[in-house]
């Protein structure tokens, strides 16, 4: 700020009329009270031929409330010529002074106060002369200038308000605290904002609010996700969900609805549920939905799944053959045949199970020695009709046989009394074993007994030490082929080896006339029996077979 030029007036007129004030004039800028004038006028300057120099004013006055301006000015040089006003120099306290070269001279600013010596001139020594005083009021600024209040301000200061017309800086916007004002084409705008804050439009906002966008440099709010109602927020200078509304959660930067298609309100997932699922609990989640067991078992047997997980347990049954999944395909009733390669394994003939209620004839069937199929085995025969056509006499676990002594009652059972195959386990001395059969079976035979017509006869035997009770009555029989009569014997011994013979139990001879006959007879085992000896010796030479000795009235051979 500073005084205009018309103050320069007072100093020339108390130069003109006294050439030197006997009392500073006293000046009040701002409209402030009196001062009262300083000392007494400085010396005038000595003269040096037509142009004298001034000596240097010197006083004092004080600076009043409002003013700045000081004492008296000091006199001038007697015989000099005027001479021209300093520029002034400030006083402490007050207006600056002002100092004077040449013919007129100057004197500088008094202690505390602003009057100019008596050769200077007051220079902007106040804000403004006191009314009471007489002085005139500032009336003109420069073009860079406005007076407001009677100061000239620069029209580009914000504070009194930007424009040549206005002082009014009310009008501007607030920059915040550490933010700045400037005036740009006459309008008060905001020049720079406080830290993390940021220009947007014509305020400083945060460049953390979502509203303006987020970041230093964008006002742009569009370019956030939509919240809904929920809150977005700034993290890391981009624009993101912070949280969404009732009925919404957040998924990558959206907030989507919480239903099926978003995995309900779990906030651990966005995928949508699978088809069988809904949305259950709280909060709510993606949950199985099972498939009603109606559905689920329509024409299904045994164990299917519930969709969830679970299973029901149908209850449809399948009628045999068929058996539930039995034809391939799952809970549904069928048969599976089994290949017939597999079926006929291990099977020589007959028929094999396809296991679905059919029948497979496995090849290549029986034939030869083996001619009848039982169990899908080849065999001898099946029954006695096979082998009574071949001259066996019965059929016999599926082998043809000779006949057989009853194992239920014929005590001499155990030892081959049929003579099947061999003479074993009979002692021969001087017999032996011939093929020529009673029943005439390929498989057995008969022992033979011939004279030789020397010594003594031939014979066969056994010792048989159990089986028998001594005291009880016996049948002994046996089958004779030959020409006479055939002789064989029951002898009892008292030891256990057929040592000690007690005497003859039984004696029986079978009359023959070349072929077979038979014969049996009856007795009683004397007490003291340990051991029998039944051999066969001493009658027409023959052939011997099917002996028996059972007891009285049950079955013989």
């Known amino acids: 700020m500073r005084f205009v030029d018309g103050l320069v007036i007072v100093g020339i007129v108390c130069v003109l009329a006294a050439f030197g004030c006997a009392e500073g004039a006293k000046f009040h800028p701002d409209g402030g009270k009196d001062l009262d004038a300083a000392s007494a006028a400085g010396s005038g300057g000595r003269t040096t031929g037509d142009r004298g120099s001034g000596g240097i004013g010197t006083g004092t006055g004080g600076a009043g409330t409002g003013g700045n301006f000081a004492g008296t000015g000091g006199t001038l040089a007697s015989g000099?010529?005027?001479?021209?006003?300093?520029m002034p120099n400030p006083g402490s306290g007050g207006g600056p002074g002002g100092s004077s070269a040449g013919g007129l001279g100057s004197g500088d600013a008094g202690k505390g106060g602003g009057a100019s010596g008596s050769g200077g001139i007051a220079m902007d020594g106040g804000s403004e002369p006191d009314a009471s005083s007489g002085a005139d009021r500032p009336t003109a600024c420069s073009l860079t200038e406005k007076n407001c209040g009677?100061?000239?301000?620069?029209?580009?200061?914000?504070a009194y308000g930007c424009g040549a017309s206005t002082c009014d800086s009310s009008n501007c916007p607030s920059p915040g605290a550490g933010g700045t004002l400037s005036c740009q084409a006459g309008t008060c705008v905001i020049a720079t904002c406080p830290t993390?804050?940021?220009?947007?439009?014509?305020?400083?906002?945060?460049?953390?609010?979502?509203?303006?966008?987020?970041?230093?440099?964008?006002?742009?709010?569009?370019t956030c996700p939509a919240a809904g109602s929920g809150t977005v927020v700034c993290q890391g200078g981009s624009c993101v969900i912070g949280s969404c509304g009732a009925g919404t959660k957040k998924c990558g930067d959206k907030c989507v609805t919480t239903d099926t298609n978003n995995g309900c309100s779990d906030t651990t997932r966005c995928t949508a549920c699978a088809s069988n699922e809904a949305c259950m609990g709280a909060p709510t989640t993606c949950q199985c939905v099972p498939t009603p067991m109606t559905t689920a078992c329509t024409g299904k047997c045994g164990q299917v799944p519930n969709g969830c997980g679970g299973t029901y347990?149908?209850?449809?049954?399948?009628?045999?053959?068929?058996?539930?999944?039995?034809?391939?395909?799952?809970?549904?009733?069928?048969?599976?045949?089994?290949?017939?390669?597999?079926?006929?394994?291990?099977?020589?003939?007959?028929?094999?199970?396809?296991?679905?209620?059919?029948?497979?004839?496995?090849?290549?069937?029986?034939?030869?020695?083996?001619?009848?199929?039982?169990?899908?085995?080849?065999?001898?025969?099946?029954?006695?009709?096979?082998?009574?056509?071949?001259?066996?006499?019965?059929?016999?676990?599926?082998?043809?046989?000779?006949?057989?002594?009853?194992?239920?009652?014929?005590?001499?059972?155990?030892?081959?009394?049929?003579?099947?195959?061999?003479?074993?386990?009979?002692?021969?001395?001087?017999?032996?074993?011939?093929?020529?059969?009673?029943?005439?079976?390929?498989?057995?035979?008969?022992?033979?007994?011939?004279?030789?017509?020397?010594?003594?006869?031939?014979?066969?035997?056994?010792?048989?030490?159990?089986?028998?009770?001594?005291?009880?009555?016996?049948?002994f029989g046996y089958r004779f082929k030959g020409t006479g009569d055939g002789r064989c014997r029951v002898l009892g011994y008292g030891d256990t080896g057929c040592n000690y013979v007690l005497g003859t139990e039984l004696e029986l001879g079978v009359t023959s006339n070349g072929t077979w006959a038979s014969g049996s007879g009856h007795g009683t085992l004397i007490s003291g029996v340990l051991s029998v000896y039944i051999d066969c010796t001493g009658g027409a030479d023959g052939s011997y077979d099917q002996l028996f000795l059972t007891q009285s009235g049950t079955t013989q051979f």
């Open 196 to 222: 993390n804050f940021k220009k947007c439009g014509n305020k400083c906002v945060a460049v953390s609010d979502p509203a303006y966008g987020c970041g230093a440099t964008t006002c742009d709010g569009t």
């Open 313 to 475: 347990s149908c209850t449809m049954t399948c009628t045999l053959p068929q058996t539930c999944s039995g034809g391939g395909t799952p809970n549904i009733c069928g048969c599976s045949k089994t290949a017939m390669t597999t079926a006929c394994s291990g099977k020589a003939c007959g028929m094999a199970d396809d296991g679905c209620g059919g029948m497979y004839t496995c090849a290549p069937g029986c034939s030869g020695s083996a001619p009848d199929c039982v169990n899908n085995k080849c065999v001898e025969c099946s029954s006695n009709a096979t082998c009574n056509a071949k001259s066996y006499y019965a059929c016999s676990n599926n082998l043809c046989v000779c006949r057989k002594p009853n194992s239920a009652t014929n005590i001499l059972k155990d030892l081959n009394p049929g003579f099947d195959g061999s003479a074993n386990p009979w002692i021969l001395d001087g017999a032996s074993y011939d093929a020529n059969d009673a029943d005439g079976c390929p498989k057995s035979g008969s022992i033979s007994l011939k004279s030789t017509g020397s010594g003594a006869s031939p014979l066969f035997g056994y010792c048989l030490k159990t089986g028998f009770t001594a005291g009880r009555d016996y049948d």
């Open 150 to 158: 009677g100061l000239c301000v620069s029209t580009t200061d914000p």
């Open 80 to 86: 000099g010529a005027l001479g021209s006003g300093g």
